[in-house]
């Protein structure tokens, strides 16, 4: 079992940053990716960005932040964060840690946060 812990939501304007961090507990070494995912009201939760826990740490992100918003992972502390430059009121939503035990980074994930809200004013 991993529990992960979600910080960093608030509520800010357009334009502006926030940095989302995601701590990790439990049996952290078998995890092999760890992404975000964001439910706006009345939608679907959405895949934000991932990144592999090992190695070079490949990321991967949605077209919707590509450009705006930076993964990154400190595995020392277990943490994962998401740098969120640029936001616009579309970026509203409870922002969500995910982790997985294998398989694609891009696949299903195994353990989820209990999220965090951002909401971006105009």
Do not use: H
């Not at 910080?7 to 507990?25: D, E, N, T």
């Not at 590509?66 to 943490?79: A, E, L, P, Y």
């Amino acid at each position: 079992q991993v529990q992960l812990g979600e910080s960093g939501g608030g509520l800010v304007q357009a334009g502006c940053s926030l940095r989302l961090s995601c701590a990790a507990s439990g049996r952290t070494f078998s995890v092999s990716a760890m992404g975000w995912f964001r439910q706006a009201p009345g939608k679907e939760r959405e895949f934000v960005a991932a990144i592999s826990r090992w190695g070079s740490g490949n990321t991967y992100y949605a077209d919707s932040v590509k450009g705006r918003f930076t993964i990154s992972r400190d595995n020392s502390q277990n943490t994962l964060y998401l740098q969120m430059n640029s936001l616009k009121p579309e970026d509203t939503a409870v922002y969500y840690c995910a982790a997985k035990f294998g398989g694609a980074v891009l696949g299903n994930y195994d353990y989820w946060g209990q999220g965090t809200q951002v909401t971006v004013s105009s």
